[in-house]
């Protein structure tokens, strides 16, 4: 099903010295140390950790004896937990990294059906478009806020925009509600999305679709009604996702929205002027590399560089890879670009925000660093 058609396909340029050389020492490296570049033991006691840590924080919210500002509080790690899952577990899972046998990553990748995602939708979205053309505007859809935001200089500018390194925080918090309400059945409606083509779900892709829905409305909402008002589940179920919304959007956003990452564009022949690995380490920005907490919850994607060269390898190797990585660039002279920390990486992409915001003759006139 993965194949974008439709719109003039974009052709980078042949591969050349530098992913071989890349993949040589990479594979030399599993070598050396033995280890499997999927199906780590680090992973499942992680996925146990965090589907643990999300049934706690759940019975704390819907099924403990508990005063009603603990029921509140529990909902923020909730969110978390949410997020968590679909950093580590869904992530990797969906581009076949979790595991070596197949039918076992196809299982844990349902872990996004049950938060309330598709999954077979999100394979189009994140595997396909983004992991193809990465900030190539028009071709990946995950710079494509339509009318509420702009996130490339070809996008159109409305006055709005010039408030959008303020408002956007709030958007974050709201796409969760929106990706389980609207995106999925939306983009199965139309069979696209954004400019693409996408297959519709069939058989059963479309009974994991609805199965999925209905898992996660019982679980929102069915269950949790039992016990609490409808409305006060309303609002649990609200605020952990905005919770959510933001951890997810925040940490996909800082790897490539930002003021340090390309947007390349193709020529009129819709050629590309970098081989299709150079393309990712150009619009790809690592973030926080030292922080092993963040880099535990985050599933790697802290290491998105790595990710983005190498999607079938599971992100507890990241960080050896990145040393690799980062050497093969400096040889090849490809800016590897990393921010030292997590929030340096917030403020890049509130200065990226704002600029993008301004009109595009404004923003024309001042240089990125200032903006
Ligand atoms: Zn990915």
Known sequence: MQSPSDSPAVKFSPHGDFRRTLRERVDAYFARTG??????????????????????????????PVPFFVRLLAVIPLGLAGAGIGFSVMHDAGHGSYSKNSKFNQLMFYSLDFLGGSSYVWRFKHNTLHHTYANIEGHDDDINMGILGRLAEGQRHVAAHRFQHIYVWFLYGMIGVKWHFYDDFATWYAGRLGDREMPRPRGKDAVALIVGKLVFLSVCFVIPSFFHHIGWVILFYLMAAFVEGVALAVVFQLAHCVEEADFPLPDEAMRMQTDWATHQ???????????????????????????????????????????????????????????????????????????????????????????
Request: include cysteine; aromatic fraction near 16%.
């Open 35 to 64: 280890l499997e570049p999927r199906g780590q033991w680090a992973m499942y006691i992680k996925s146990v950790v965090l589907f643990a840590w999300f049934g706690l924080a759940y019975s704390i919210v819907v099924f403990a």
């Open 281 to 371: 380490v150009l619009t790809t920005v690592d973030f926080a590399p030292n922080n092993r907490l963040l880099s535990w919850y985050v599933g790697g994607l802290n290491f998105q560089i790595e990710h983005h060269l190498f999607p079938k390898i599971t992100h507890v190797h990241y960080p050896a890879i990145a040393e690799i990585v980062r050497e093969t660039c400096n040889e090849f002279a490809i800016p590897y670009r990393v921010q030292p920390t997590f929030f340096g990486g917030v403020r890049s992409h509130y200065r990226f925000l704002r600029r993008m915001g301004r009109t595009p003759e404004a923003g024309a006139l001042l240089p990125a660093a200032s903006a």
